[in-house]
């Protein structure tokens, strides 16, 4: 973990992060069921955005084995708005790692967790200000992951996204919002320039900046924010 970027303050007047479970640091973390929802997409674009809308330092703590957070974050190093901080660990190191962000001034912290169910996700669950879980529009998905919305509502926040929609989905989303027990964050529209930019250790904010799909980064992240900041 290092701290190798500086970051910009948010505009004048724009309320801050709740200072969160970790004491001056607001913890966010994605969590679904299912493989191929488009987790690790969603928390490398999250804390771009977040990066970018004054919310920063952000750091990205990758706890699937895979790690393809963590290598996203380290050939995201020497961009502008990069994640100030980047970590991996198991469960066993989740609070040392956060403690270690907040401690080196993160504001803002991403987990990016393997695919699990309510059980295996609720130690983490306890620890952080917001569960996000994103899922496809398919009816076995998205009772999947209202059912996990459900059982981790007990502990946190939760939103849903809908991810890799090819068409509008926001009525799924608010469905599955209740379904789940959450809120509704957002839709995010199939799209070939997630991966190229996710690829080179960018984003589409960046690769495609103005574009319908950077839009939908844009207004996730300022729905997630607002529930954070609404506490």
């Not at 084995?65 to 995201?76: A, I, M, T, V």
């Not at 660990?89 to 401690?103: I, K, Q």
């Not at 983490?124 to 919305?149: E, K, T």
């Not at 929609?165 to 997630?194: C, F, I, K």
Request: net charge negative; aromatic share 4%.
């Amino acid at each position: 973990m290092s701290n190798v970027t500086p970051f910009r303050r948010g505009a004048p007047g724009q309320p801050g992060l709740s200072a969160g479970r970790a004491g001056g640091m607001a913890i966010v973390m994605l969590a679904s069921p299912d493989h191929g929802v488009g987790r690790t997409m969603l928390a490398a674009h999250i804390a771009v955005q977040a990066e970018q809308t004054g919310d920063g330092p952000v750091g990205v703590l990758d706890m699937d084995p895979k790690g393809d957070l963590f290598q996203w974050w380290n050939r995201r190093q020497g961009k502008v708005d990069a994640p100030a901080f980047g970590a991996c660990c198991d469960a066993t190191g989740v609070s040392l790692t956060l403690e270690g962000m907040r401690a080196g001034g993160a504001r803002l912290c991403i987990i990016d967790t393997a695919t699990g169910d309510a059980e295996a996700l609720a130690p983490v669950a306890a620890v952080v200000d917001m569960v996000v879980i994103p899922c496809d529009s398919g009816a076995g998905a998205a009772g999947d992951a209202a059912a996990l919305g459900r059982a981790l509502a007990k502990q946190t926040a939760v939103a849903h996204v809908i991810n890799c929609r090819a068409y509008s989905g926001g009525e799924d989303g608010n469905a599955l919002a209740a379904m789940g027990g959450g809120w509704p964050a957002g839709t995010v529209q199939q799209a070939n320039a997630y991966a190229i930019a996710m690829t080179a250790g960018r984003t589409v904010i960046e690769s495609h900046a103005g574009s319908d799909a950077a839009r939908d980064i844009a207004e996730i992240w300022r729905n997630l924010r607002g529930i954070l900041v609404a506490g």
